[in-house]
Each structure stands twice: as structure tokens, then as C-alpha cells.
């Protein structure tokens, strides 16, 4: 026989006949003691979370914005009083003194404030702050609270434990960063801040906003960080003009880097509403509410409005407060 047929028989012919009873060799088993990971940091991660966390993260990482004068700070010092009774931390990194005289107006002796002027002095050139050293000081003052709130999770920690960390006038650290970014970043031999803000110098040096952004999320690093930590975190800033015209914001932009409306998990806009008569005329009555305009991590609150302070011509002035961020809600 030739050809296929010859092919096929011989084929078969080499197969080997098994006998039904014969016994069946066990195969090796692969287990989880077998596998030898390239990444064992990454798998002792891992199998880290199979169980509870000591250090359970926060999923507060805040934005609280509006103009001036509409209660943003006070929402949150007073949120973190109403929540910690045992002598919790709040630490405020504060550019425009906001914590600071919140906490003198109604904190005075309260050890549970702790404010943080980041503005560094000069006294040798004409501009008042020494931007570099100033940049330098935010970046420490972020590193100790990562630092503290590390070792407030070790054994036989007997410290008070950190809970709040708040930014005032995110919208002046920005404005920093883009300093530092034209007097120092670029070389463009501008000697202060003065100097880097002639005309001349903006309209031939082409601005590298990278640089800018760069510098700002090393806060949100930190911040981040915080979170992972167990600390709830809210950047307060103020609103400019927004001549792009974005939909839902009202004729107003976030005075901050672009990145942080994306980064922040939550964002409450603190907004005043003039209550009028029928006739249109001003009733004396201004009621403050907290618009909840972005909200990530509790869906029903998207979209909703609380009242949290209101005043009235020659009355005393009404402080709610914002029960959500009191209960720990957001």
C-alpha cells in the first residue's frame, strides 16, 4: 500500500494500547506556596488586604470653594469640633490667614487647631516673601503631617492623633507656583516677583505651564498620602471671573490648577442667596448654602443644596454648620 493509506495504517500501528486497570500516575498540584513571584513586594501588598486594615484610608479629599466671606473655613473647623471630642488634630496650612482667625474668633484655647503660616520673609530685595523658601516650607510642613500621621498608627503612639488637615487659599499656593515658575524655572533673569510680571517679559517668554503644574501636585502627592493615612483632607479657594464661558459653573472658574478639580474626590461650592420680597426688594435675609457640585463617593448627595448659616439685618446671625460634613458623610 502506498500513499495516505500507507501513512494512516502505520499510524496507527504506533499507537500503544493502555490497559483499562492501569494506574493513573497523580499530577503535582500548582499552589499558591509554588508560585515565586518576580514582584514579592507588590504580592505581600497584596495579600496584605485579605485582611482588615489597622490604618483605615479617608476618602476626603475636599474642595470647599466660594468668595470671600462665605463661611468655607468655618465649615470645616467647625465640622472637625462637632466630630472629634477627644482632643483630635486638625492642622491648617494657612496662606491667607483664614484658619488662623477662625480659630481666634471661636477656638481661641482649643489645642485641637493647629495653624501653619507657610509665608517665608525677606528683607534684603523689595518684595516681602522669599518664594523658594516659602515653596520649601509648604513641602515640609505637608512631609510632617505624613511623618505624624505614620507614627500616630505605631504601638505605644500616646500623641494626639492627627484627623484633619486643611489648606487655606489654595488659589495664593498656586499663584506661587506660577512665581517661582518665571522667576526661577526659566531663566528669564527676572530678579523678583515684580520683575517677572513686566510685560515685556510675558510677551516673549513662552511660559512652560508644566513646570507650574508640576510644582502644584507635589501638594496633591502629599495630601494623597494623607489620605492613605487614615486623614480627611480640604483645599479651600476662592472663584475669578471665567471668561470661556464654562457650562454649570455659573460665569465662574475654581482659582486653582486645572488638575485639582479632577483630583479632589469631593468639591462644595459655598454660595449666598439675597432673599427678596415680592416687589424684588431685599428683605435684609442672606442665606448661605453649600452646593454639593461634585461628589464621587456619595451619590446622593450630587447635586443637592444645604443651608448651613444665615443672616438677617439686626438679628443674630443662624450657624448651622453642614451636617453631612459633621456626620461624615460626604
Known amino acids: 500500500m502506498s500513499g495516505w493509506g500507507a501513512l494512516a495504517e502505520s499510524s496507527e500501528a504506533e499507537k500503544e494500547v493502555v490497559p483499562e486497570d492501569a494506574p493513573v500516575a497523580p499530577q503535582a498540584q500548582a499552589t499558591s506556596e509554588a508560585f515565586v513571584s518576580s514582584f514579592p513586594d507588590i504580592i505581600k501588598e497584596m495579600k496584605s488586604q485579605e485582611s482588615a486594615s489597622k490604618i483605615v484610608p479617608s476618602h476626603i479629599f475636599c474642595g470647599v470653594v466660594g468668595h470671600e466671606g462665605t463661611g468655607k473655613t ?13 482632643g483630635e488634630m486638625l492642622w491648617a496650612l494657612d496662606f491667607d490667614n483664614g484658619a488662623m482667625a477662625c ?31 516659602t515653596y520649601q516650607r509648604v513641602m515640609n510642613i505637608g512631609k510632617a503631617a505624613v511623618e505624624y500621621a505614620s507614627k500616630q498608627h505605631e504601638e505605644g503612639f500616646e500623641g494626639p492623633m492627627l484627623k484633619t488637615f486643611l489648606v487655606t487659599a489654595v488659589d495664593q499656593y498656586d499663584g506661587m507656583c506660577m512665581d517661582i515658575m518665571k522667576i526661577y524655572d526659566l531663566d528669564t533673569d527676572a530678579k523678583d516677583a515684580v520683575d517677572a510680571s513686566h510685560a515685556k517679559i510675558n510677551q516673549e517668554i513662552g511660559w512652560n505651564w508644566g513646570i507650574r503644574a508640576t510644582r502644584f501636585r507635589q501638594l496633591t502627592a502629599i495630601c494623597r498620602q494623607l489620605n492613605s493615612l487614615g486623614v480627611d483632607v480640604f483645599w479651600e479657594t476662592h472663584l475669578k471671573e471665567d471668561r470661556e464661558g464654562k457650562v454649570g459653573f455659573d460665569g465662574w472658574k475654581f482659582a486653582w490648577e486645572k488638575s485639582a478639580t479632577n483630583d479632589l474626590f469631593q468639591i462644595l461650592w459655598c454660595k449666598a442667596q439675597v432673599m427678596r420680597n415680592t416687589d424684588g426688594s431685599a428683605t435684609g435675609e442672606v442665606r448661605h448654602f453649600v452646593d454639593f457640585f461634585k461628589q464621587k463617593t456619595n451619590s446622593n448627595l450630587k447635586g443637592q443644596e444645604r443651608v448651613y448659616f444665615v443672616t438677617k439685618k439686626g438679628e443674630e446671625a443662624a450657624w448651622y454648620g453642614l451636617a453631612e460634613m459633621r456626620d461624615n458623610m460626604l
Open 103 to 133: 480659630k481666634q474668633a471661636h477656638y481661641r484655647d482649643d489645642p485641637r487647631f493647629r495653624t501653619f503660616g507657610p509665608w517665608v520673609m525677606q528683607y534684603e530685595d523689595r518684595t516681602a516673601y522669599d518664594y523658594i523658601e
Open 74 to 86: 468655618g465649615i470645616v473647623m467647625d465640622a472637625h469640633a462637632q466630630r472629634f471630642k477627644n
